[in-house]
């Protein structure tokens, strides 16, 4: 008899139906005037810290809701507000993905355009994108957008790209599916061209070249992670370009983490690279709370909720790729598995459950694998008052790790 997998019995399933489970949790991949914020006690606000002036460990937000419910409008406000809250507690970031064309992630197509409305209502947090899917754009058009912002913002933006990974979404540029990742690192050489003032030969009507600049000119380097889940190979080509890393706890462990970071330094040391200040932020599901007690009763249910329409995407990416897994022949029963094992896996030890003091522990065994940046997401379908709770909390952690780092900045 093998072991149960979280408490939960895979023997009660025939042995046909087990590998499909199994191999399905192997394949399962990560990728009008508002009301008034919530009254928190007022600190002083200061400036997002430029590279080298971090914190042992930056919290920040992360953003990624599902919209099943089909309300746009409530979810931007929330964010909004969430933002505002974080702003004035001295959390580090805030940041929002890129998604297209499915309610997983759904109120996300534009992250640029939701940054402006965050620039518009706070002073000194940072702006991140997490992430652009920069197959899916044309350079000229990202440096041009995400410039505009980073004037707005007064220098606070910063940007993941990611190769992508969903076949739909790439209607929007179907060349570049099979070669995103290849097309991912081209387009990021021009990229940074043009946000250093470069320009990039296009070809234009009439059988002309064209040497395109483009506007507004940025002030400073724009700062570039490249997301990877569990892909030793994406962290390695970002150590070789110099990039930060963004990664997730969703398909892999602490310690898987800590493998990658060991392969991402060393892959920087072998190019070149030898600048102190590259981060690694590490996205995980949040809820704190006064008492750690609260938590569980309070996120089992919607955190369930949003896991399955995670998995209804994972089934619509199964349905165009050769994974090994059919949708078809996943029965409720064995989707009803996969989702308990998914709730117990991220309550156990795949995201910060609990109360400050109970979380801190989890913490400490990212900052040893490298973590440099938590970013806690927190909209998961808790009631709002309970996520405003969420992010006081935070403000308390990034306090409690400031302290602890002796970083009293």
């Not at 931007?76 to 940041?95: F, N, P």
């Not at 410039?147 to 933006?157: E, F, H, Q, T």
């Not at 808790?382 to 790790?401: A, T």
Request: glycine residues 6%; negative net charge.
């Amino acid at each position: 008899m093998s072991a149960p997998i979280d408490g939960i019995d895979l023997d009660r399933l025939s042995p046909q139906r087990r590998e499909l489970v199994e191999r399905l949790l192997r394949q399962r991949q990560a990728g009008g005037a508002a009301p008034s914020t919530p009254s928190t006690p007022a600190r002083s606000a200061e400036p997002a810290a430029p590279p080298g002036r971090r914190p042992a460990l930056a919290v920040s937000l992360f953003f990624f809701s599902a919209d099943l419910d089909d309300a746009p409008a409530d979810k931007y406000d929330l964010v909004l507000r969430c933002a505002e809250l974080a702003d004035e507690l001295g959390l580090h970031a805030v940041w929002v993905p890129e998604r297209h064309f499915n309610p997983f992630g759904a109120p996300y197509p534009a992250p640029a355009v939701l940054l402006a409305a965050i620039a518009s209502r706070t002073r000194r947090i940072g702006l991140r994108a997490g992430s652009v899917v920069l197959p899916l754009h044309d350079p000229l058009l990202v440096a041009e957008e995400w410039g505009v912002l980073d004037a707005i913002s007064r220098g606070r933006v910063a940007l993941s790209l990611a190769s992508g990974w969903h076949a739909d979404d790439f209607v929007l540029d179907p060349d570049s599916y099979e070669r995103r990742k290849e097309v991912l690192t081209e387009r990021l050489a021009v990229l940074r061209t043009l946000w250093e003032g470069g320009s990039s030969l296009r070809a234009g009507p009439q059988g002309r070249t064209i040497e395109t600049r483009t506007y507004p000119r940025p002030a400073r380097p724009l700062e570039t992670w490249l997301t990877s889940s569990s892909n030793p190979q994406t962290w390695q080509t970002a150590g070789e370009l110099d990039l930060h890393v963004l990664t997730a706890m969703l398909e892999q462990t602490v310690d898987d983490i800590a493998e990658k970071v060991t392969l991402y330094r060393k892959a920087r040391a072998e190019a070149g690279h030898v600048s102190a200040d590259r981060q690694v932020t590490c996205m995980l599901h949040t809820h704190l709370a006064e008492r750690a007690e609260d938590v569980v009763p309070r996120v089992r249910e919607p955190l369930g909720r949003y896991l399955s329409a995670h998995l209804n995407l994972f089934e619509k990416f199964a349905a165009t790729q050769d994974v090994g897994v059919r949708p078809e022949d996943v029965t409720e029963a064995d989707r009803a598995l996969l989702l308990e094992h998914g709730l117990q896996r991220y309550l156990r030890q795949s995201g910060l459950f609990g109360s400050v003091q109970s979380c801190l522990p989890m913490v400490d065994r990212l900052v040893a694998a490298g973590v440099t940046e938590l970013g806690c997401l927190v909209d998961f379908g808790l009631p709002d008052e309970q996520v405003f709770e969420c992010v006081r909390q935070l403000g308390r952690l990034q306090e409690e790790v400031r302290d602890r780092a002796g970083d009293l900045r």
